[in-house]
């Protein structure tokens, strides 16, 4: 069994969870220089394989515009199998949904997003995505 493995970026830190969930925890600001690693670290997980990412927002404060411009411009989505949001406030939600919405009218492929509590709720949601594919991880 492949044991987790751990990445600090700034105030915000990550966990990839075998054998495709990567668990994120958005502590404060996000600066362009976030957004940039945090990105890398995307590209690295999803060139092994698409990845469920779920994100930790109950302690994120703001988004530098030129990090969220840097993330609606390079962000891939053949690597992720979802997005998952834990305690995103409204103005999270909307910015969110308006990249999906954004990445719709650009041709771009989008990914289903879910906003939930709790780390339980999005446990259950990955597990509901599993079955109905038929178990495959």
């Keep these: 069994m492949t044991p987790p493995r751990e990445w600090t970026i700034g105030t ?4 990839f969870e075998p054998p495709d969930v990567l668990w994120m925890k958005i502590r404060g600001a996000t600066s362009l220089q976030d957004a940039v690693s945090v990105l890398e670290l995307y590209r690295e997980v999803g060139g092994q394989r698409p990845f469920f990412l779920v994100t930790d ?3 994120a404060t703001s988004v530098d515009l ?3 411009d840097h993330v609606s411009w ?4 053949e690597w992720f199998r979802g997005g998952i949001y834990i305690g995103a406030g409204v103005l999270q939600r909307a910015v969110a949904s308006s ?3 954004l990445h719709s009218l650009t041709g771009k492929e989008s990914r289903p997003q879910h906003f939930v509590s709790t780390e339980e709720e999005a446990r259950s949601l990955i597990a509901l995505e599993r079955a109905s594919w038929g178990g495959q991880a």
């Design 12 to 15: 915000h830190s990550a966990r």
């Design 74 to 77: 390079n962000l891939r989505m």
């Design 57 to 59: 927002l109950r302690e």
């Design 66 to 68: 030129k990090a969220r």
């Design 99 to 101: 990249m999906t919405f």
